[in-house]
């Protein structure tokens, strides 16, 4: 028997996972960390150039979310922005999102940007994180890459 997601069109599921995470920045924004932790899977993988951790889900990443918000409104920080996105379906089930996104301090003025790659599942009916890989050394002007802008090519 098919799973009703293998015959949906996949343009509803991209709006799925794009909705989904709206719904992520939208909740560590405003500190909603309940529906920020629901937004990753049991297990969830996060890594950077020299960072590999695995969290459960649980107290280990509520405790894990605790300490980044407080780090980055210790150091400033209003809100997460997203400049832009993409999503790439793998399978009904399966899409990586890569995003660009910039933290804004209590002026407004953006003061850090980020390029993040994650890795999405859907289960038990909602899409979550499995893994996100994050790199603050993202490049000033757009590449290209999320935009369909060539002109770095140029």
């Avoid at 407004?108 to 038990?124: K, S």
Wanted: aromatic fraction near 8%.
């Amino acid at each position: 028997m098919r799973n009703s997601s293998e015959t949906a069109d996949p343009s509803s599921l991209i709006d799925e996972v794009e909705n989904f995470y709206q719904e992520y920045i939208g909740s560590f924004n405003s500190g909603d960390l309940q529906t920020y932790c629901r937004c990753f899977d049991d297990r969830s993988a996060f890594l950077k150039r020299d960072v590999f951790n695995v969290l459960q889900a649980g107290p280990a990443l509520e405790s894990h979310a605790r300490a980044l918000r407080k780090r980055l409104i210790d150091s400033g920080w209003a809100r997460t922005e997203i400049l832009a996105r993409r999503v790439w379906l793998i399978e009904p089930e399966m899409a990586t999102i890569v995003a660009d996104l910039r933290r804004v301090n209590q002026s407004g003025t953006e003061y850090e940007r980020a390029r993040c790659m994650y890795l999405v599942v859907r289960n038990e009916g909602r899409w979550r994180i499995r893994s996100t890989t994050v790199s603050v050394r993202a490049l000033a002007a757009s590449d290209g890459l999320l935009t369909g802008d060539s002109s770095a090519d140029a």
